[in-house]
């Protein structure tokens, strides 16, 4: 029979907790072969699934709270690549979720680094390269045409009307001047008309929830060097602005999303991680036992478990909407499921009864 001492603290004193959560770190010491080996990152609106490919490439999948489109699908914003060349060796390879900072920190056998992290304080994503490596970041779209889904997902707002869901495509900025970035506008609405007549509110004005919704991102950097409309090479790093505008055009969002360049500070963003792990915290202890994987400490497992599921929460639920049950932000791409990590086999539908159990603890 195994006892756990289970300790609540609260209120919480910086002092307390120094180093705490430090000791639930995720640490990984090789590189993933797809998104399903990705890490998550988030600031609570925006949301990242990152992972280090074996050809040392850093690859993130970027979600937002509010990226809907015009079939009240939540889409990803897009997918970033980050090349160095030349490239570091993997082997040895380190890279570890730091909790303290909500950052992704990788150390490659050359004694380069990288780190990944997104501004708890503005929409903004940081790539930090340090060693002596010319940086490329690429922008992989899969949104590249105007296509038809082959099926209808659970809680499409098409279901039982036998009518094709038609995704729109992204948009590359052509011609920009030290950047690069994208967007996606939604050009029609699907769903709103449709669900005003089946709940019997034809008569009540409103405006259009999906109708001109337009997010995307542009990619920046100090040093940048503009290789061409999807290329920017840095020698330190990229700044990576991602917003949602509605209802808007292309200018209007192009020119908000500029005012958020060179607005981060790293300085600021550990302080409100601070700020949150120091609230409150749950923390068991116990003696260590023999597991299955090897020796450890049940209590202090069950405690990093907790520590991630908050870390995860916290990264997905500071937006303008709630948490999405059927894998919040984080979702990748699954075998068999069309739309690339746009699939959710539950669909774009807000089920209370599933939205909830995000919150329960």
């Excluded at 991102?217 to 790093?237: W, Y």
Aim: hydrophobic share 40%; charged share 20%; proline share 6%.
């Amino acid at each position: 029979m195994k006892s756990f001492i289970l300790a609540l603290i609260l209120p919480a004193t910086t002092a307390a907790l120094a180093g705490g959560v430090d000791q639930y770190n995720i640490v990984w010491d090789s590189p993933s072969k797809d998104a399903h080996g990705s890490m998550p990152l988030g600031n609570g609106d925006i949301g990242l699934n990152a992972w280090i490919e074996p050809s040392g490439d850093l690859i993130f999948y970027i979600s937002k709270t509010d990226a809907w489109d015009d079939n009240g699908r939540l889409l990803k914003v897009g997918k970033v690549r980050v090349t160095l060349s030349p490239a570091p060796p993997v082997a040895p390879f380190r890279q570890e979720l730091s909790l303290q900072d909500a950052s992704m920190n990788v150390r490659y056998g050359d004694g380069t680094a990288l780190r990944l992290w997104v501004d708890a304080n503005h929409p903004v994503i940081h790539v930090d390269v340090t060693g002596n490596h010319t940086a490329t970041a690429a922008i992989e779209l899969w949104r590249t045409e105007k296509y038809t889904l082959p099926s209808i997902e659970c809680s499409d707002v098409n279901t039982g009307r036998n009518v094709p869901t038609v995704v729109e495509p992204d948009t590359i900025l052509a011609g920009q001047t030290g950047r690069i970035g994208w967007y996606h506008r939604n050009v029609k609405s699907v769903g709103p008309k449709e669900h005003a007549e089946v709940q019997g509110m034809v008569g009540y004005r409103r405006e259009d929830p999906l109708l001109h919704r337009t997010f995307g991102a542009i990619i920046t950097a100090p040093d940048a060097k503009r290789i061409d409309d999807s290329h920017l090479q840095s020698q330190r790093g990229f700044e990576i602005c991602v917003l949602t505008r509605h209802p808007a055009t292309t200018e209007q969002w192009l020119a908000d999303i500029e005012q958020l360049i060179g607005k981060s500070d790293f300085d600021a963003h550990k302080n409100w991680w601070a700020s949150f792990w120091n609230r409150s915290w749950i923390r068991a202890t116990g003696a260590k036992t023999d597991r299955a994987a090897g020796a450890s400490d049940d209590a202090v497992y069950v405690s990093q478990m907790f520590a991630l599921q908050r870390f995860v929460t916290a990264c997905a639920g500071r937006g303008q909407y709630p948490i999405k049950f059927n894998g919040s932000l984080f979702t990748v791409p699954a075998a068999g499921g069309p739309g690339d990590g746009d699939y959710r086999l539950w669909g774009p539908g807000y089920w209370w009864q599933n939205t909830r159990l995000p919150y329960i603890s």
